[in-house]
């Protein structure tokens, strides 16, 4: 595959990555939520036999909110399977709606889920889709990629499905501390490739896990990508964003609306499909004037 190809993979903004948040944190969970794309797009990709493993292998659903992924792959023939979220309230329904399936649900952080699975290499696979893009907005990526090597027994398989670009994820997804073997799968929805599933096989067991190093590499690699791989605000972007306002109407004070800020900045491909609407805009707003 080629860098041009890899790179094409999953260029969507940082900004509507950094709200993989499905529903409000609340007490009052309804419905279900997919992010981005939906099981049918890529069941083909991780079913046991794709994977080459057996359906009893026992399975990892990281960051599973509300979404109908943990139903799929336990009817796709998964049986033993762990489901994770952050958000107690969203486990908490999700136990509720599937208690007919022998399937457990639990609240943990997954860049540290110590206190739930104490014990090393207790998976055969660990699932996520969006969680690590989630995180790259933060500073905890590195620490998602070491708890959940460690989590996989030795010949087990990290799956992240990613929507950022394949070239970015398979250099984080590749610390040379951390003996792998990575494989790359692209995903396409609506006739067009739309991201990537990351297939890391575990190679060996290490005494201890390098986190520092680990953290070190991954830190700088998302540094450099942001600054000069795929920086956000390049030259041109910034001369078409000022074009663009340039050609709006102006209040008494100079200004321009913010609901027309947030059309102008952003795409409607990412106001609409990414699901980064103007309600996200202003809680991010917000957030940085605080």
């Known amino acids: 595959m080629s860098g041009a190809a890899l790179h094409e993979a999953g260029s969507e903004s940082a900004a509507a990555l950094s709200n993989a948040e499905?529903?409000?944190k609340t007490k009052d969970v309804?419905?279900?939520y997919d992010w981005i794309v939906d099981y049918?797009?890529?069941?083909?990709?991780?079913?046991?036999?794709?994977l080459g493993i057996s359906e009893n292998s026992r399975m990892l659903v990281v960051g599973c909110g509300t979404s109908t992924l943990s139903e799929e792959l336990y009817n796709a023939g998964y049986k033993d399977m762990v489901n994770m979220?952050?958000?107690?309230?969203?486990?908490?329904?999700m136990r509720e709606q599937h208690a007919d399936k022998a399937m457990q649900w639990i609240t943990a952080d997954v860049t540290d889920m110590r206190k739930q699975f104490p014990?090393?290499?207790c998976f055969d696979v660990a699932l996520d889709k969006g969680t690590l893009d989630a995180l790259l907005c933060t500073d905890q990526a590195a620490e998602m990629i070491c708890e959940l090597w460690r989590l996989l027994t030795v010949g087990g398989q990290m799956l992240i499905i990613s929507f950022r670009p394949a070239d970015f994820i398979a250099s984080l997804l590749s610390p040379p501390l951390l003996p792998s073997s990575l494989s790359i799968k692209p995903i396409e929805a609506r006739g067009k490739r739309v991201g990537s599933l990351f297939v890391v096989s575990k190679s060996c067991s290490l005494p201890s896990i390098p986190a520092a190093a680990v953290k070190a590499y991954v830190d700088e690699r998302i540094q450099w990508w942001h600054q000069e791989g795929d920086p956000l605000l390049t030259p041109r972007r910034e001369a078409s964003l000022r074009e663009k306002f340039s050609e709006q109407t102006t209040d008494a004070n100079g200004r321009?609306?913010?609901s027309v800020c947030h059309c102008i900045m952003f795409g409607e491909e990412e106001r609409g499909e990414y699901g980064y609407g103007i309600d996200m805009f202003m809680q991010d707003l917000s957030a940085w004037r605080e």
């Open 22 to 24: 499905s529903i409000e």
């Open 30 to 32: 309804y419905g279900t």
């Open 40 to 50: 049918e797009d890529f069941k083909g990709l991780v079913s046991p036999s794709a």
């Open 85 to 93: 979220d952050i958000d107690e309230a969203q486990i908490e329904h």
């Open 119 to 121: 014990e090393p290499e």
């Open 256 to 258: 321009v609306g913010l």
